[in-house]
């Protein structure tokens, strides 16, 4: 028996978990098709990166592969299961998710169920909007298969006849602009009281032969070919990282292909043809019965005015009192604040960082970036200290998969207002995410933080479920200062006491905790290890935990995502139980909490326990140290998810996951208990 499960199939797994919820009648019907546009981003990123590595590795000839590749057995059979999934995707889509919303009055009007004054409409927007901006391209030696972008829609078309010039030119592609939006409302007097839809797919398909006067179209088919969208920049190649990632920004479009989709219909010969010009095998084209790029569908989620097929909204609570706002310094010296979103707003942070611009007492603001929006309220307060004057510096992670360009953008405008920027160390991603601030009080400098579980980002704040601590714990404070200046001086980094940092101290510190409460156990005293995190990945981190196990250590697992760990089998992991939480909310916390002889230690982190955080990342796991606080992470963050019994999935020691069911009619959610915790009358809206 193999004592790890492996990576890509256990994430493929989680992305099973969340198609379960598309297919969940308990749910908001918009909120069904929401997950399953969140099926397909997830396979599509699934494809760009971990497909397209094991991809890569084949054609190496690469036998330090982490799949076991037997002549790329490994491969196929991931390929196969991605095959069953968009199958059932799909089935859900046409048989299940569509009639439901037809019934609710929001359909996708099929060129076949449109009427006469619908199909002119269409027309008429098909030569005004879209046949203006295609530029057919008819292959022939002049005219070579074009670039075809990364996820783009595309059709190929078969002609028949001869072109102007007399030739026969057989197959042509259409590229469908990236400016017209995918999904198009009809206008109201056209859609008979409801919410009515054309894709642009259809839109192109229902007129595809006027693209083609004069010739025969024999068969077409819509296509979109994923490709390895991970940058290959060499750190110690380069003199100046943002420029060289700059340059390769423009080539992710156009790397090599991964995977191909194609219409249910296309002919057999057009979908060969296009495999050998992508250069593709033939299990790697998927047949959709249905447009090519579901995700899009999210657009229409959006634009459906249906508060009764959302999930009802809710008011996030305001930590720090009615003081904060205005002197959030002060509260803090009072003691420490606990955030735990999106049940806190992530104003109160934003209004840590405004307040600190504005404030004439604050010399120098500090802080890491590894995801943000293109919109920050927080990064504009950044800026603005720094035209006021105040040091401010900002490690900028660039290489934050998919977000990069928006980083870059950050980067060019805090520079233009003085700000110091780095982009962290040569080789690491810069995952941690902390901030400091300096200011003068008296003939002394005082110090304030705030670290986190989560992105700086004030969006997926509102999405995912993250701890944040603000405090001026002055310890705690200067250790912060510490690493903050090993990021941008390169510095050897000293001892610290409170923080756990990757990738100097944090593995070995995860492996002595684990080790103590082992020794516990040992010594006949009650002894458990509570952690949540999305992913758990690490083989000697799995191995303490086995020999923790069995040594009589009770061990509780959350992990949203993929894990190797196996539970429950006898000798090696009996005492090991792992539940998976797919829920409204994406749950990213990452709580590592070791009951150390009653003690209760409880660390909250940036880091998965995962190789690529603990050895390639910089990134900070800090104590919290307020009994109250502490009490109030195990009972928030721990012991709901523990109990939940509606969105919990457990791991079996075979690899599977089996939904739990309520017993009795007790059904628990724990994301809806921590949304009916929040009191009335404060934040935002959601």
Same mark, same amino acid.
């Given at each position: 028996?193999?004592?790890?499960?492996?990576?890509?199939?256990?994430?493929?797994?989680?992305?099973?978990?969340?198609?379960?919820?598309?297919?969940?009648?308990?749910?908001?019907?918009?909120?069904?098709?929401?997950?399953?546009?969140?099926?397909?981003?997830?396979?599509?990123?699934?494809?760009?990166?971990?497909?397209?590595?094991?991809?890569?590795?084949?054609?190496?000839?690469?036998?330090?592969?982490?799949?076991?590749?037997?002549?790329?057995?490994?491969?196929?059979?991931?390929?196969?299961?991605?095959?069953?999934?968009?199958?059932?995707?799909?089935?859900?889509?046409?048989?299940?998710?569509?009639?439901?919303?037809?019934?609710?009055?929001?359909?996708?009007?099929?060129?076949?169920?449109?009427?006469?004054?619908?199909?002119?409409?269409?027309?008429?927007?098909?030569?005004?909007?879209?046949?203006?901006?295609?530029?057919?391209?008819?292959?022939?030696?002049?005219?070579?298969?074009?670039?075809?972008?990364?996820?783009?829609?595309?059709?190929?078309?078969?002609?028949?006849?001869?072109?102007?010039?007399?030739?026969?030119?057989?197959?042509?592609?259409?590229?469908?602009?990236?400016?017209?939006?995918?999904?198009?409302?009809?206008?109201?007097?056209?859609?008979?009281?409801?919410?009515?839809?054309?894709?642009?797919?259809?839109?192109?398909?229902?007129?595809?032969?006027?693209?083609?006067?004069?010739?025969?179209?024999?068969?077409?088919?819509?296509?979109?070919?994923?490709?390895?969208?991970?940058?290959?920049?060499?750190?110690?190649?380069?003199?100046?990282?943002?420029?060289?990632?700059?340059?390769?920004?423009?080539?992710?479009?156009?790397?090599?292909?991964?995977?191909?989709?194609?219409?249910?219909?296309?002919?057999?010969?057009?979908?060969?043809?296009?495999?050998?010009?992508?250069?593709?095998?033939?299990?790697?084209?998927?047949?959709?019965?249905?447009?090519?790029?579901?995700?899009?569908?999210?657009?229409?989620?959006?634009?459906?005015?249906?508060?009764?097929?959302?999930?009802?909204?809710?008011?996030?609570?305001?930590?720090?009192?009615?003081?904060?706002?205005?002197?959030?310094?002060?509260?803090?010296?009072?003691?420490?604040?606990?955030?735990?979103?999106?049940?806190?707003?992530?104003?109160?942070?934003?209004?840590?960082?405004?307040?600190?611009?504005?404030?004439?007492?604050?010399?120098?603001?500090?802080?890491?970036?590894?995801?943000?929006?293109?919109?920050?309220?927080?990064?504009? #307060?950044?800026? *603005?200290? &720094?035209?006021?004057?105040?040091? $401010?510096?900002? @490690? =900028?992670? +660039? /290489?934050?998969?998919?977000?990069?360009?928006?980083?870059?953008?950050? #980067?060019?405008? *805090?520079? &233009?207002?003085?700000?110091?920027? $780095?982009?962290? @160390? =040569?080789? +690491? /991603?810069?995952?941690?995410?902390?901030?400091?601030?300096?200011?003068?009080?008296?003939?002394?400098? &005082?110090?304030?933080?705030?670290?986190?579980?989560?992105?700086?980002?004030?969006?997926?704040?509102?999405?995912?479920?993250?701890?944040?601590?603000?405090?001026?714990?002055?310890?705690?404070?200067?250790?912060?200062?510490?690493?903050?200046?090993?990021?941008?001086?390169?510095?050897?980094?000293?001892?610290?006491?409170?923080?756990?940092?990757?990738?100097?101290?944090?593995?070995?510190?995860?492996?002595?905790?684990?080790?103590?409460?082992?020794?516990?156990?040992?010594?006949?005293?009650?002894?458990?290890?509570?952690?949540?995190?999305?992913?758990?990945?690490?083989?000697?981190?799995?191995?303490?935990?086995?020999?923790?196990?069995?040594?009589?250590?009770?061990?509780?697992?959350?992990?949203?995502?993929?894990?190797?760990?196996?539970?429950?089998?006898?000798?090696?992991?009996?005492?090991?139980?792992?539940?998976?939480?797919?829920?409204?909310?994406?749950?990213?916390?990452?709580?590592?909490?070791?009951?150390?002889?009653?003690?209760?230690?409880?660390?909250?982190?940036?880091?998965?326990?995962?190789?690529?955080?603990?050895?390639?990342?910089?990134?900070?796991?800090?104590?919290?140290?307020?009994?109250?606080?502490?009490?109030?992470?195990?009972?928030?963050?721990?012991?709901?998810?523990?109990?939940?019994?509606?969105?919990?999935?457990?791991?079996?020691?075979?690899?599977?996951?089996?939904?739990?069911?309520?017993?009795?009619?007790?059904?628990?959610?724990?994301?809806?208990?921590?949304?009916?915790?929040?009191?009335?009358?404060?934040?935002?809206?959601?």
């Amino acid at each position: 028996m193999d004592l790890f499960f492996n990576r890509e199939a256990s994430q493929l797994l989680f992305n099973r978990r969340v198609l379960a919820q598309a297919a969940d009648p308990s749910l908001p019907l918009l909120e069904r098709l929401r997950f399953l546009c969140i099926f397909s981003s997830n396979l599509d990123e699934f494809f760009e990166i971990r497909v397209s590595n094991l991809a890569e590795q084949l054609r190496r000839h690469d036998t330090r592969a982490p799949v076991r590749l037997v002549e790329g057995e490994g491969y196929r059979a991931l390929l196969a299961t991605c095959q069953d999934l968009v199958a059932a995707q799909y089935a859900l889509y046409n048989e299940v998710l569509l009639p439901a919303l037809a019934a609710e009055g929001i359909s996708l009007v099929h060129h076949s169920d449109r009427s006469p004054e619908q199909r002119a409409w269409v027309r008429d927007y098909f030569f005004r909007e879209v046949k203006p901006l295609l530029t057919p391209i008819g292959l022939d030696p002049s005219h070579p298969f074009p670039q075809i972008a990364n996820k783009s829609l595309n059709f190929a078309v078969e002609l028949g006849g001869t072109d102007a010039f007399g030739r026969v030119t057989v197959v042509s592609i259409v590229r469908a602009p990236r400016v017209l939006p995918r999904i198009i409302a009809l206008p109201p007097e056209l859609s008979r009281g409801r919410h009515a839809f054309v894709l642009l797919s259809s839109v192109i398909r229902s007129h595809i032969s006027d693209i083609f006067g004069g010739r025969e179209v024999v068969g077409y088919s819509q296509f979109r070919v994923t490709r390895d969208s991970d940058l290959a920049v060499d750190e110690n190649e380069v003199r100046n990282l943002r420029h060289a990632l700059s340059g390769e920004l423009s080539q992710r479009q156009f790397g090599h292909a991964v995977r191909l989709e194609v219409g249910a219909q296309c002919p057999e010969h057009l979908a060969e043809f296009l495999l050998r010009e992508f250069g593709l095998p033939a299990d790697t084209l998927f047949r959709v019965d249905g447009p090519v790029n579901l995700v899009r569908l999210r657009e229409m989620v959006d634009r459906v005015d249906r508060p009764d097929l959302r999930y009802p909204g809710f008011v996030a609570r305001r930590q720090g009192g009615a003081a904060w706002p205005t002197d959030p310094f002060a509260v803090l010296g009072r003691g420490d604040v606990l955030l735990h979103h999106p049940f806190d707003s992530f104003q109160t942070v934003i209004d840590f960082i405004a307040c600190a611009a504005a404030d004439p007492a604050v010399v120098a603001i500090k802080q890491t970036i590894y995801r943000t929006s293109n919109d920050s309220a927080l990064m504009e #307060a950044l800026i *603005l200290a &720094a035209q006021r004057g105040k040091e $401010v510096t900002v @490690v =900028v992670e +660039l /290489k934050a998969r998919f977000d990069e360009e928006a980083n870059i953008n950050w #980067a060019e405008r *805090l520079e &233009a207002v003085g700000a110091q920027v $780095v982009y962290g @160390v =040569v080789g +690491l /991603k810069t995952h941690a995410k902390m901030a400091l601030v300096v200011r003068r009080e008296g003939a002394a400098l &005082a110090y304030y933080a705030h670290l986190g579980t989560g992105n700086y980002h004030p969006v997926t704040t509102r999405l995912y479920t993250d701890f944040g601590l603000l405090t001026a714990n002055a310890e705690l404070c200067l250790e912060v200062s510490e690493l903050f200046l090993h990021l941008t001086s390169m510095v050897k980094l000293k001892p610290l006491r409170l923080l756990w940092v990757a990738p100097f101290t944090l593995h070995k510190r995860v492996l002595a905790a684990i080790a103590r409460e082992a020794q516990v156990a040992k010594d006949g005293k009650p002894a458990r290890i509570i952690a949540k995190m999305n992913a758990l990945l690490d083989e000697s981190v799995i191995k303490a935990l086995y020999a923790a196990a069995q040594a009589g250590v009770v061990v509780d697992l959350i992990v949203r995502g993929a894990c190797a760990l196996r539970p429950g089998v006898p000798g090696l992991s009996e005492n090991i139980r792992v539940r998976s939480i797919v829920g409204r909310f994406l749950e990213h916390s990452r709580i590592y909490c070791f009951r150390n002889d009653g003690e209760q230690d409880v660390w909250l982190a940036s880091a998965d326990w995962m190789g690529r955080n603990l050895f390639g990342r910089i990134e900070a796991a800090f104590p919290v140290l307020d009994r109250k606080l502490k009490k109030r992470v195990i009972d928030e963050g721990l012991k709901p998810y523990l109990a939940d019994n509606t969105n919990a999935w457990a791991l079996t020691a075979d690899g599977d996951y089996k939904r739990l069911k309520s017993s009795r009619g007790k059904r628990f959610c724990a994301q809806e208990a921590l949304l009916a915790a929040i009191p009335e009358g404060s934040a935002e809206k959601r």
